[in-house]
C-alpha cells in the first residue's frame, strides 16, 4: 500500500479512493487538489482536516495545491445542504479569498524549488473570462442531465429529503464547475488527483468522468470521512451554535485551545490521530498512560498543546495554559495581569460584574471597594472579617485593610478581580 495512503488509514482519515489511486501514488511524485469555499475571512477547525491531509501529502513527497474557490463561492456547493445559502458580492469574495490564502501559508510549504512545492490557485481566474454559452457548449454538453441527477447531494435535494429546498440551476450547475476545476488543473498543473470529504465523491468523480470524456485522460479520487463527535454530534461548533475559527480575532488562542482540552476521553483518543502529526508510536503510548490515569487528563493536555501550537503558536498555546491555570489557582498575579481583555473576559465569563467610573474606583478603600461601591460583599462588616481571616485577594494578590486602589491594579487598564475564597470571583470593570 501507498505510505501515504496508509498513513491516512491508521489515523483514521480514510473513506474512499477510485481503483488505481495508489499505484499513481507509487508511480510518480503526484499533484492533487482540495478546495476551500471563501465563505467567511477565516477558516474553521472544520477545515482543518482536509488541511491536515493537504500537509500530510506534502510529507509524503507529493505536491499539494489548495484551490479557493472564488467563482465556486459564488455559487455554493448544495453537498449536505438543505437549502440554497446567500450569495456573496464579488468584493466581499476578493476580501475572503484573500484572508484564506493568507492562513494556509502557513501550515503547507509554498517556498522553495522542490517538486512538491505547495501552490495556491483560484477558480475565479480561469473562470472569470469564461462566457456561459462557451462553457455549456464545451463542458455542459460533455455530460448528461441523469448522470447529474444521480449524484446522492442532487437527489437528496430535489426528492426534498430531510425536509431539504429544492434545488436551483445555480447549484445544479456547481458539480459542473467544481468538474471542470479539475479538467482545467488536469490540463494545465498536471494534477491527477482530487481530495475532499466523503460529501464530496459525487462532485469529485463527475471531474474524473469530465476529463475522461473530454480529454481521454485518467484521473482519481480520495475522500476522507466527514468528522463528529463520538455522540453523533456535530464536530467544531459551540454549544450556542458557533464556530471555532483559525483566525485569533475571530476565536481566541485561550478558547481554541479550551476547545481542545475539554474533549472526552473517547473523542480526545480519535482526535489525536486526526489533527496532530505525532506517530503512530507515541500515540499508542500517550493513550496508555492515558488509560492508567485518565483523571491527569493527558491525552486531552497533549491534543490541545499539539493543535495550538501548529495553528497559533507555542506562545499562544503557553499565554492559554496559564489564561486556564488563573481558574484553577496555579497561576501568579503576574499572570492575570499579562491577560488581554477578550482573554481575560472569556476566562471569567459568567463571573458577576459591577461597573465603576474610574475616578471613582481610584483611591477606594478595600473595605468600601468589597462591599458598598461592588456589591461583591454584602455589608462593610462582612468585608471586615472576611479581610481579617486572609481570605480576599485582588488581582490574586492577598490583600489587607489597608489597601487601596491605583492605576497599577487595573487589568488592561480596565478591570479588577476581586476574590473570596478559592473560588468566588467578581469583577471591576472601570468605564
Known amino acids: 500500500m501507498n505510505p501515504f495512503i496508509e498513513e491516512l488509514k491508521w489515523r483514521g482519515l480514510y473513506a474512499d479512493m477510485m481503483p488505481g489511486t495508489d499505484e499513481q501514488l507509487n508511480k510518480e511524485v503526484t499533484s492533487a487538489y482540495i478546495g476551500f469555499d471563501p465563505t467567511a475571512d477565516s477558516l474553521h477547525i472544520g477545515s482543518l482536516i482536509p488541511i ?21 463561492g459564488m455559487i455554493g456547493d448544495p453537498s449536505g445542504k438543505s437549502s440554497e445559502r446567500n450569495l456573496l458580492d464579488e468584493e466581499t469574495l476578493n476580501h475572503y ?17 522542490e517538486a512538491n512545492r505547495a ?17 455549456v457548449r464545451d463542458i455542459g454538453k460533455n455530460l448528461t442531465v441523469n448522470y447529474m ?35 482545467h ?9 482530487q481530495m475532499g470529504g466523503s460529501d464530496q465523491w459525487g462532485n469529485i468523480t463527475t471531474g474524473t468522468e469530465l476529463i475522461r470524456r473530454k480529454v481521454q485522460g485518467e484521473a482519481f479520487a480520495l475522500t476522507v470521512p466527514l468528522i463528529t463527535k463520538a455522540d453523533g454530534s456535530k464536530f467544531g461548533k459551540s454549544e450556542s451554535g458557533e464556530n471555532y475559527w483559525l483566525d485569533p480575532k475571530r476565536t481566541s488562542p485561550y478558547r481554541f485551545y479550551q476547545f481542545w482540552v475539554n474533549a472526552t476521553d473517547e473523542d480526545a483518543e480519535r482526535f489525536i490521530k486526526f489533527y496532530t502529526f505525532l506517530s503512530k508510536e507515541e500515540i ?11 483523571h491527569e487528563r493527558k491525552l486531552q493536555k497533549k491534543l490541545a498543546e499539539e493543535v495550538t501550537v501548529w495553528v497559533h503558536s507555542r506562545e499562544d498555546y503557553e499565554k492559554a495554559v496559564k489564561a486556564s491555570e488563573i481558574l484553577f489557582g496555579r497561576s501568579t498575579a503576574d499572570d492575570l495581569k499579562n491577560l488581554d481583555e477578550n482573554t481575560f473576559l472569556e476566562v471569567f465569563d459568567g463571573v458577576p460584574q459591577k461597573e465603576i467610573i474610574k475616578d471613582e474606583l481610584i483611591g477606594t478603600n478595600i473595605i468600601d471597594l468589597i462591599s458598598e461601591k461592588s456589591g461583591f460583599l454584602k455589608s462593610k462588616g462582612e468585608a471586615r472579617r472576611e479581610l481579617q481571616s486572609n481570605s480576599i485577594s485582588i488581582n490574586k494578590d492577598k490583600v489587607n485593610d489597608t489597601f487601596e486602589v491605583s492605576e497599577q491594579d487595573l487589568i488592561d487598564g480596565k478591570f479588577m478581580l476581586l476574590q473570596k475564597g478559592k473560588k468566588n470571583y467578581f469583577i471591576v470593570k472601570s468605564v
Open 52 to 72: 491536515k491531509v493537504l500537509a500530510h501529502f506534502q510529507q509524503h513527497g507529493h505536491k499539494p495545491i489548495a484551490l479557493v474557490g472564488g467563482a465556486t
Open 284 to 294: 499508542e503510548s500517550l493513550v496508555e498512560e492515558h488509560k492508567q490515569a485518565p
Open 119 to 135: 501552490e495556491l490557485v483560484n477558480n475565479y481566474d480561469w473562470m472569470k473570462e469564461f462566457s456561459f454559452l462557451d462553457f
Open 149 to 183: 441527477m444521480a449524484k446522492e447531494s442532487v437527489k437528496k435535494r430535489i426528492t426534498g429529503e430531510n425536509g431539504a429546498e429544492g434545488m436551483s440551476f445555480t447549484e445544479f450547475t456547481y458539480q459542473l464547475l467544481q468538474g471542470y476545476d479539475f479538467l
Open 97 to 113: 479569498v484573500s484572508c484564506i490564502k493568507a492562513q494556509l501559508s502557513k501550515f503547507l510549504d509554498f517556498e522553495g524549488e
Open 185 to 193: 488543473l488536469y490540463k494545465n498543473n498536471n494534477v491527477k488527483l
